[in-house]
């Protein structure tokens, strides 16, 4: 399976049999300054209607869109969505927030979308076994590189992908990675946008991997 960080909270998820899944697509304005989303899915996550994480209609190759919690079967993906807030006052602020779980060639794969709290105990058993987690790290928005971290070691996963922080092409007033990255041990900085990983290969313990934008 490869995974490639197209930028902000968007990733390109394919699978050995050619299966492609995305996450929250963006679009392009205000403070996001990468290049427009062109590339091709089957899948479409869509974490909530904001623009910055919706802009479906931007991906080729007629996608199914999924939006909203409950269990569900997408092009022969299982998909978990899990209702969260994306903020800490139960979405008076900035609304709903839904988490996406779906397993692919055996990894099972948790993208937190724009979770603006830490996770209660039930939404910790409902996302369950967690091999990759997708977490934001820049704050403000989101959970911040302290929650985020207390997040990780709720969910305990085996590699970590940092999302949503502010880089060259992003200047929302959020932080940056170097936050998270403060302290930890087992951190790889890949110099390109995309990793692969195999089932039996994946860290243990927890392994940081940031990725670079590829727009």
Same mark, same amino acid.
Request: a negative charge; glycine letters at 10%; one cysteine or more.
């Given at each position: ?11 390109? +998820? %394919? ?16 403070? +996001?300054?990468?290049? $427009? ?10 974490? =909530?209607?904001?623009?910055? =994480? ?22 022969? +993906? ?5 209702? %969260? ?25 948790? =993208? #937190? ?5 830490? #996770?209660? $105990? ?39 992908? $940092? ?26 900085? #890949? ?25």
């Amino acid at each position: 399976m490869k995974i490639k960080w197209l930028g902000h909270a968007c990733f390109l +998820i %394919t699978a050995k049999d050619g299966l492609r899944i995305m996450t929250d697509p963006y679009a392009v304005g205000g403070g +996001i300054k990468y290049a $427009p989303v062109t590339e091709a899915a089957d899948i479409v996550t869509v974490s =909530h209607d904001h623009g910055d =994480h919706s802009n479906a209609s931007a991906v080729q190759g007629k996608p199914e869109v999924v939006k909203g919690s409950g269990a569900r079967v997408a092009r022969g +993906i299982q998909l978990r969505a899990i209702a %969260t807030y994306h903020d800490q006052s139960q979405g008076k602020q900035r609304g709903p927030n839904t988490v996406f779980c779906f397993e692919v060639d055996g990894i099972r794969l948790c =993208h #937190l979308g724009d979770l603006g709290h830490q #996770l209660d $105990p039930g939404q910790v058993k409902e996302i369950g076994a967690v091999d990759i987690l997708f977490v934001p790290v820049g704050g403000f928005y989101t959970i911040d590189a302290a929650i985020a971290n207390r997040t990780v070691d709720q969910l305990n996963p085996r590699a970590v992908i $940092p999302m949503h922080f502010r880089t060259a092409r992003c200047d929302y007033p959020i932080a940056d990675v170097e936050d998270f990255l403060k302290g930890k041990a087992d951190v790889t900085r #890949l110099e390109g946008s995309e990793a692969e990983f195999e089932p039996d290969s994946l860290p243990a313990p927890t392994r940081v991997v940031v990725l670079q934008p590829a727009l």
